[in-house]
């Protein structure tokens, strides 16, 4: 008798799952969102018309009719639990019933200017208590309305109310509530593997509306830890790949969750993660997007120095070159976590030196780039482009003398000067470009439209300013190198483009004293002192 009642309530907690990528499995009980779904869910459709015939219009009386009734089907549950902790059977009708008052709160995401009223009626704590329930369904009921009532949609135009409910989840401990939760769900189940990625979303919600969330989580939960379980899984699927963009989110503006992932194991984890295709495409959209996550999370990882030591002895360098003679679809990825490891670092330009990067690193810079389906979207050649000059001066910066850098030096000589000729035909792009924007920014001027001097200065650094900087600083290492052949070639080009060594001081002075102080007055005293020699040297 028991099993049957048991087995009953399981069937009645079989729910409808919306919203969910196209990729998920349909549940046995659910319609599903985009996954073409099996049988209706009866026992959730009963409760939606019964909460739609009691609640027509949503105002606070509405909303105190709503929390009396889930506080009452609460109550009652936890009495029958502690009354009948054994017998399941005696508490199964009070669990349906309150499953049935949690799917009735869904309607307050109608109403999110009612959230104010919904935090101080005290309801916060009884609702996320419900997330370390002993049955999960019940604990999934809450995900899914946390991520209702959290939804970007719902929530747009509603900045304060939006706070107000935030702030009263985080200082009831919804975090922490989450991610244990997070760690009793089995994605074997498809309701639990539903729940998985609501709990990402909330998460995702709440860090939209309160940007804090983002170091909170990984300093008050183990987040972080169950997020790198999840990538290390070698099959791909939709929670996969929503855990890479987690990952990403939580790392993009956090110098604090760098840190504290690179000390986890972080680095090796997603070397791990994006050797899977070094020889291999992804298979789907989705997949591709999380490489791309994966390439996102490493970039911000390698910020921090010492995350740049742990990239280095975990080969990370010798592996973006296998990725990038693979010539598959992660070859401009590779190219862009190389240039992050190695700016500002001569260790990993030294390693790149020795373990022969530079002969596939100038085929890139030539144009010898790979061709893809992804590479037709706009700005890929050019994104890959800036890429590659950003690593070449990063390689300049950081390799100051010897034969490393006579080695680099050399392939400016080799094939009569073509890496030059390649230089100087890119300087001027970049230079027509730039001064394109200008004659824009002068026009909108002459338009009445006020844009002062830090917004100029920065809408031409997005036109391609920076990357014309660090071509004019390539062209400053060149000439200071003193090589006759180099200098002569130099000249003829800029005379053929009308143009002179006067226009490329402009650009480096200008580079010069726009040079910030955020890696500490000492760098930025090297950065300029470094300019100021190439200008004067020209």
Partial sequence: MDMEVQDARDRSFKRKRDDLPDSFPATNGGGGGGG???????????????????????????????????????????EARLKYPDHPERFADSEIELHEELQKLKVLAGGPELYPDLVSLNTIPSVLGLLAHENTDIAIDVVQLLQDLTDEDVLEDNDEPARVLV???????????????????SESDPDEMAAV?????????????????????????????????????????????YASEILAILLQNSKANQKKLGQMNGVDVMLQ??????????????????????????????????????????????LMIIIMKQKKSAYGSAIRALD????????????????????????????????????????????????????????????SRGSRRDRLLSKFVENEYEKIDRLVELYVRYSDRVKAEMERLNQLEFDDLEIDEDE???????????????IAVILGHLWCSEHPGMRARIEQLLKLQKLSKEDVKEILQEY??????LDGPDEKERAQTKIQKFISAL
Avoid at 456 to 470: A, H, K, P, V
């Fill in 36 to 78: 073409g779904g099996g049988g209706v869910d009866l026992s959730l459709l009963e409760a939606v018309e019964r909460s739609q015939s009691t609640v027509e219009v949503l105002d606070l009386k509405t909303l105190k009719k709503l929390v009396l009734a889930f506080e009452r089907r609460l109550k009652e549950n936890i």
């Fill in 167 to 185: 702030d009263a989840l985080v200082e009831n401990n919804v975090l922490e509530l989450l991610v244990q939760n997070l760690q009793r769900l």
């Fill in 197 to 241: 990625y609501n709990t990402l979303a909330t998460i995702e919600n709440l860090i939209e509306v309160k940007p804090a969330v983002a170091e909170l989580v990984c300093e008050k939960t183990k987040l972080f830890r169950w997020l790198l379980t999840k990538i290390r899984q070698k099959e791909f699927d939709s929670n996969k790949q």
């Fill in 273 to 318: 993660a994006v050797a899977m295709y070094k020889s291999k495409d992804p298979k789907t959209q989705d997949e591709e997007e999380m490489l791309e996550n994966l390439f996102d999370c490493l970039c911000c990882l390698v910020m921090p120095l010492e995350n740049k030591e742990r990239f280095l002895k975990a080969e990370g360098v010798e």
């Fill in 340 to 399: 992050f490891a190695m700016t500002k670092y001569p260790p990993a330009c030294e390693r790149f030196v020795d373990v022969l990067g530079l002969k596939t690193a100038f085929a890139a810079f030539m144009g010898k780039i790979p061709q893809y389906k992804k590479n037709k979207k706009e700005r890929y050649q050019e994104d890959l482009e800036e890429r590659v000059i950003s690593l070449i001066a990063s390689l300049f910066d950081g390799i």
């Fill in 456 to 470: 100029r200065y920065n809408r031409r650094l997005e036109s391609g300013l920076y990357t014309l900087q660090l």
């Fill in 512 to 517: 010069h004293d726009n040079i910030g102080d």
